[in-house]
């Protein structure tokens, strides 16, 4: 007897073991997409990840947001991401210099724009053109932006103002955060009477309103390039990425005031 209940003891082990090894074999083929995106693209995305998630049966995406300067950083110092949405081509481009996407996997997702923005109740009046006096509209306070030298946004608006010959006059009056979202921040709560940040920023805030648009010439374009992560495993993330492109994650973007310059996929 003694001999059995041992055979019975292993068996019941084994199939324990079994019973483990599955679910956790599952967990491991349904684990979470992991996605670095720039702050501009929240509303929409979280939108998006939970539409995938539930037309899929997977996890949703965990989804880091910051300006695209600090998340190419991560990604460089080993941060791991499976997917790299940035706000512009420059930050796109560095990782790609570092061998550090699917080059295969890379696609220009969206456009956006530039506008100025007040708070809601502002009656601020500006129209944007050549040599306009942003300076006098900002009557001595600050205009909000992101950081000029590195966020996205922030270098976009820098450019405008200078093709437009407005920046010399407010250089010295700007009040630069570490990200768009941020900035609009600022100009949400009152603590800057105008700021730069994107058309969808604008439209995602209720607390501001926008009182000019940057002409799209006076600014490279802004092109939103997404690209899977080199060293990702995860089969999901291209299955997302399919998703982005697809007619679901069209209609949440453009809702949000994007523009799709991808053609659709199948993916939904």
């Not at 030298?149 to 010295?172: I, Q, R, S, T």
């Not at 920023?201 to 209720?206: C, F, K, R």
Request: net charge positive; charged share 20%; aromatic share 6%.
């Amino acid at each position: 007897m003694t001999r059995i209940n041992r055979r019975l003891g292993a068996a019941a082990v084994a199939v324990l073991a079994g019973l483990v090894a599955a679910p956790l074999s599952a967990g491991a083929q349904s684990k979470e997409v992991v996605v670095f995106a720039a702050a501009s693209m929240k509303n929409a995305l979280d939108e998006i990840a939970a539409g995938w998630a539930k037309a899929s049966g997977k996890p949703a995406p965990k989804i880091s947001y910051a300006a695209s300067n600090t998340l190419a950083k991560q990604i460089e110092h080993g941060a791991p991401a499976d997917l790299f949405i940035s706000a512009d081509l420059d930050w796109m481009n560095f990782l790609a210099g570092k061998n550090l996407i699917k080059p295969d996997t890379r696609v220009n997702l969206l456009a956006n724009r530039i506008v100025l923005v007040a708070p809601k109740d502002s009656t601020a009046s500006v129209a944007i053109a050549p040599g306009f006096d942003l300076a006098k509209a900002l009557a001595g306070g600050k205009l909000a932006m992101g950081n000029v030298d590195a966020v996205p946004a922030g270098k976009y608006g820098k450019a405008a103002l200078e093709k437009l010959g407005a920046w010399n006059g407010v250089k010295d009056s700007i009040a630069q955060a570490e990200s768009v979202r941020a900035a609009l921040l600022l100009v949400s709560r009152g603590e800057a009477p105008l700021g730069v940040v994107y058309q969808t920023d604008a439209a995602a805030d209720p607390n501001v309103k926008i009182v000019g648009a940057f002409p799209e010439d006076t600014h490279p374009p802004i092109i939103y390039p997404v690209a899977v992560m080199k060293d990702s495993t995860n089969a999901d993330a291209a299955a997302f990425l399919s998703y982005l492109r697809g007619p679901a994650a069209r209609t949440a973007f453009e809702k949000q005031g994007f523009t799709v310059l991808v053609k659709p996929s199948s993916g939904s």
